[in-house]
């Protein structure tokens, strides 16, 4: 084996500093939006004495905010400072989330949520154009996944330690805990992130020019774009941003009304809830990293997307129809399921900047991420009016399974990407 240069060695300490930075802060990101489904299994809508409908707009009205801003939000990250705006944004989305422990008003409640959206909206592409910045294409699948395993890790966690807080304290008081976490952890983020690789103080000046090498080579094989309009009529964008939409509609249906059809079917308490409800979760930890890895050494994308999200929806499926015949039957079907639609997340973002040059990806990143909170909206009032509706889980997660089902048909349909290949990809260090 080659012996490996000082400057690729010194470039393994990105692995340390910048992932676990952007780690905590997308996973306080998704804490913030995801512990609305416990707060409404504890009993919200009977606390304000609101109907279920009510309920399932609040849940929804994040990402009605959530989806307005972010290409906006993105071209001033572009222009600016991701640094800065990230920590302006933690500590607005973490004083919203905490307001919805003390709001008693519905309607100052909708718009506490929706807001909440508005100030998270452009943090999750900010933080891709962060890892687009420190990371080259051969490690890009795996730096994207480390990052986005803060998702289902985020609920895990979260799963238990919500479950038992409300249980000992109430739901309020855990959404005032869980979000003044993030106020306090955003002046964390100011002090550890940088900008871009020339302002790390950590790297010598040969480990900068060496990565800032890599990714200018990068960039002068992709097709250029004048403008990111250009981009969002390119053919594979418009797919990736409907593919998106519909997985969003499943996924987010199914993080924020698991823990309701888990207590209605169980009548277990909150801390039990909580811990059956991270199972999922766990097992999607595993298999993300697993097929991050994989996507990177064989420098494939698709491949390692498209059967995992038709997966995820025939397993919705299947607990659909075992739900009033075997509850150990559709638990193993909603683990199989919530397994398949995390596991492909580092390879889909992996796409954009194989697809397009930085000064159009980062938009195209955010039109993308705009357009499955668009579905994240959808699948959550759907969902939970189905839920309401019905008295039941099954209608709403058959809803989920044919949008998770047509995700993936629509990306087996998609042109192969400008550099998709199948041979291995030569590493840089990491």
């Not at 470039?11 to 489904?37: C, E, H, M, Q």
């Not at 905010?65 to 973490?94: E, H, M, N």
């Not at 309020?172 to 020339?198: K, N």
């Not at 309401?388 to 998609?414: D, K, N, R």
Request: charged content about 15%; overall charge positive; aromatic content about 14%.
């Amino acid at each position: 084996m080659d012996a490996m240069s000082p400057a690729e060695s010194e470039l393994r300490k990105r692995w340390t500093r910048i992932l676990p930075a952007v780690f905590i802060t997308y996973s306080l990101a998704y804490l913030d939006r995801a512990n609305y489904g416990f707060g409404a299994a504890a009993g919200l809508a009977q606390t304000l004495h609101i109907s279920g409908y009510k309920s399932s707009l609040l849940g929804a009205l994040f990402f009605f905010g959530y989806s307005l801003p972010q290409v906006p939000g993105v071209i001033l990250v572009q222009r600016y400072s991701a640094r800065l705006l990230i920590f302006g944004a933690l500590v607005a989305w973490g004083a919203f989330a905490a307001l919805t422990g003390v709001i008693r008003s519905f309607w100052l409640l909708a718009l506490d949520r929706t807001l909440l959206g508005v100030a998270e909206s452009f943090v999750f592409p900010a933080l891709l154009i962060v890892l687009t910045r420190w990371f080259a294409r051969a490690e890009r699948s795996r730096s994207n996944s480390l990052m986005l395993v803060a998702n289902p890790m985020t609920v895990l966690w979260m799963s238990a330690a919500t479950g038992f807080l409300i249980h000992a304290w109430g739901w309020q008081l855990a959404f005032i805990l869980e979000g003044l976490a993030a106020v306090v952890w955003g002046f964390f983020w100011l002090a550890l992130m940088r900008d871009h690789p020339s302002e790390a103080p950590w790297l010598s000046p040969a480990a900068r020019a060496e990565l800032e090498r890599s990714l200018e080579q990068e960039q002068q094989q992709l097709p250029q774009f004048a403008n990111f309009w250009a981009a969002f009529r390119e053919r594979n964008v418009v797919r990736l941003c409907i593919n998106y939409f519909f997985w969003s509609l499943g996924i987010y249906g199914f993080v924020l009304w698991l823990p309701v059809v888990i207590r209605n079917a169980t009548k277990a308490e909150m801390g039990a809830t909580g811990l059956v409800s991270a199972v999922p979760y766990l097992v999607a930890v595993v298999v993300m990293v697993v097929v991050s890895h994989l996507s990177d050494r064989r420098g494939q994308r698709r491949k390692f997307v498209w059967p995992l999200l038709v997966l995820a929806g025939l397993a919705l499926a299947g607990s659909y129809f075992a739900v009033d015949r075997s509850l150990t039957v559709a638990y193993a079907c909603v683990i199989v399921a919530g397994t398949c639609m995390y596991a492909p997340f580092g390879p889909f973002w992996a796409m954009v900047p194989e697809l397009l040059p930085r000064n159009v990806a980062g938009e195209t990143m955010a039109l993308i991420n705009c357009v499955g909170a668009l579905g994240g909206f959808f699948g959550t009032l759907l969902v939970g009016m189905l839920q309401t509706f019905t008295g039941s889980p099954a209608a709403g997660f058959l809803l989920m399974s044919l949008s998770l089902i047509l995700s993936g048909v629509l990306l087996l349909g998609m042109e192969p990407l400008p550099r998709e290949r199948d041979e291995r990809v030569p590493k840089l260090a990491g």
